[in-house]
């Protein structure tokens, strides 16, 4: 009985999406006046942008113009103006969008040999500012909780519902994750390691919205990551950790060798960290954006080859969102145990008498 | 490839982002909900500690009350045990009590009545003596009404202490 019910709303859903597909071309021939470029489309969705570009309606694009802030080393002055001012290749005040080589998509001016040359630039591009917004959402989602616990003392119920939830995330790993890995000064690390572990979740779950900014999935960002990593690692390292690095419990022609191969890895192992986080987001949006493509693609090819492959297309886009919905979990898990691991290993408590 | 380049103002804004985040965050958010989950997973501890004590005392004080309600039975029996058996002891004790006041009671029963007897007796032979003496007088009286009765009499009795003497 509940076979055939659920059966049943499965094919009103495949119904569903079917007929959505066969209205899909229209619209999208509807709309298309320029060739489709999967390539361009895909790494402007990945890469950073100056606006915060949505989508397009007919040819008019919907986009936030976000402010850009350079500081010209040529005129030894700060700029401060919308991202409006250089759209489709506008120049303001001798700054422009390059089009092509080194600097191609970033602001740019010319220095006094007529050189195209990169002002110092800290603007507020789509990245940032969906960061910020992440960033303020997660501290006041965190603070929200912490201020349930205001009131309560040990005896009172445990939270319910969303603080309830982030009680339990929170103790997975706070308990999971760094307290079984580090051994002692587990409040030193604490801090920093929740604070990974939920800015890589939330910024990787909401990086999955469309429309939102790929943050998890830029380098710039799991360098910095992994820098806080690097430095929760070495600084607070004890001498036993710089021993086993430079004098290892090795035969004595062997010391040399693994003093530098130790050496390395105190830094591989932040640089594997940053590469692992921001290749996988990336790589998943990726996939996800190429599969949407195919879509467009299709149809620029055959209207009945488009149709064909859309159900198709959607489904494993369907499947591709909870994959990545695992994903977002698994790589920030990963991040924080591996820093925690890494930690710990820089703390060692007397493994050998 | 400009994927791999590290956009420099984007570092800029994430190392203020993730430092205020971290700043805030470590100050007033994790040490709360740590702290609580810490002191709550303690108090959880204990509380099984103290549920697990009070179960074992609770079992013990079961097998205590058990024991006594055991001992307080074996108590019981043999209260009523002895009580049955002193019962009887002294029904026993009352019976043989009783019998020897009875005996001794009849013993001085008969005492009495032979005292009685004996006294009775006496009397009745000092009543007959009397009565034998006033006969003897009354029948002497008769038999001697005569002299010649009287000095055949005091001949008699004289041969007769003569022949006793003899």
Not at chain 1, 103 to 124: A, N
Request: aromatic share 12%; charged share 20%; net charge negative.
């Amino acid at each position: 009985m509940r076979n055939m019910k659920s059966d049943k709303t499965l094919r009103l859903f495949l119904g569903w999406v079917l007929m959505f597909c066969f209205f899909l071309p229209i619209q999208a021939r509807a709309g298309e006046k320029k060739e489709f470029n999967a390539s361009e489309m895909i790494f402007g969705h990945i890469g950073d942008s100056y606006e915060w570009h949505f989508t397009d309606i007919g040819d008019t694009p919907v986009a936030i113009p976000l402010p850009i802030i350079v500081y010209s080393q040529v005129r030894g002055e700060w700029f401060l103006f919308s991202s409006k001012m250089v759209e489709e290749g506008e120049e303001y005040q001798g700054f422009y969008i390059a089009e092509e080589g080194d600097y191609s998509g970033k602001v740019v001016e010319k220095d006094d040999s007529g050189k195209e040359v990169r002002p110092l630039d800290i603007s507020l591009t789509k990245n940032a500012v969906a960061l910020w917004i992440n960033c303020l959402l997660l501290i006041a989602l965190i603070l929200w909780c912490a201020r349930w616990y205001k009131n309560k003392d040990v005896s009172s119920e445990a939270p319910k519902g969303i603080v309830g939830l982030m009680e339990m995330m929170i103790s997975m790993v706070y308990n999971d994750i760094i307290k079984a890995n580090i051994p002692v000064h587990v409040h030193r690390y604490a801090g920093y390691l929740l604070c990974a572990f939920f800015f890589i979740f939330f910024n990787n779950l909401i990086g999955l919205i469309p429309g939102s900014a790929n943050i998890t999935g830029n380098i710039a960002v799991t360098l910095v990551l992994a820098c806080f990593t690097f430095l929760m690692v070495n600084l607070f390292a004890n001498g036993e950790y710089w021993k086993e690095i430079f004098w290892a419990d090795v035969p004595w022609w062997m010391k040399p060798v693994m003093a530098i191969v130790e050496f390395l890895g105190v830094f591989t192992k932040p640089i594997a960290l940053m590469i692992r986080l921001f290749a996988n987001i990336m790589a998943g949006h990726a996939a996800l954006l190429a599969l949407i493509s195919v879509i467009f693609i299709t149809f620029s090819i055959s209207s009945v080859l488009g149709s064909a492959m859309t159900p198709l297309t959607v489904f494993f886009c369907i499947f591709l969102d909870c994959l990545e919905l695992l994903v977002a979990f698994i790589q920030a898990y990963v991040f924080t145990m591996l820093s925690a691991v890494f930690i710990g290993m820089s703390i060692p408590q007397h493994h050998h008498e | 490839m400009f994927l791999l380049t590290p956009d420099s103002g984007l570092i800029f804004w994430m190392l203020l982002a993730f430092g205020v985040v971290f700043f805030v965050l470590a100050k007033w958010g994790w040490p709360v909900i740590t702290q609580m989950i810490d002191s709550r997973k303690l108090y959880i501890d204990e509380s099984l500690q103290s549920a697990r004590e009070a179960n074992e005392k609770l079992a013990k004080v079961q097998e205590e009350t058990a024991l006594m309600l055991k001992q307080a039975q074996e108590q019981q029996s043999k209260i009523l045990a002895e009580a049955m058996e002193m019962r009887n002891q002294i029904v026993e004790k009352a019976k043989t009590e009783a019998t020897t006041e009875g005996q001794k009671l009849l013993k001085e029963a008969k005492e009495q009545i032979e005292k009685e007897k004996e006294s009775a007796i006496r009397d009745i032979r000092r009543q007959v003596g009397l009565l034998s003496v006033e006969i003897a007088e009354k029948v002497l009286r008769q038999n001697l009404k005569t002299d010649k009765d009287q000095m055949a009499m005091v001949d008699r009795m004289l041969d007769e202490i003569i022949v006793d003497n003899k």
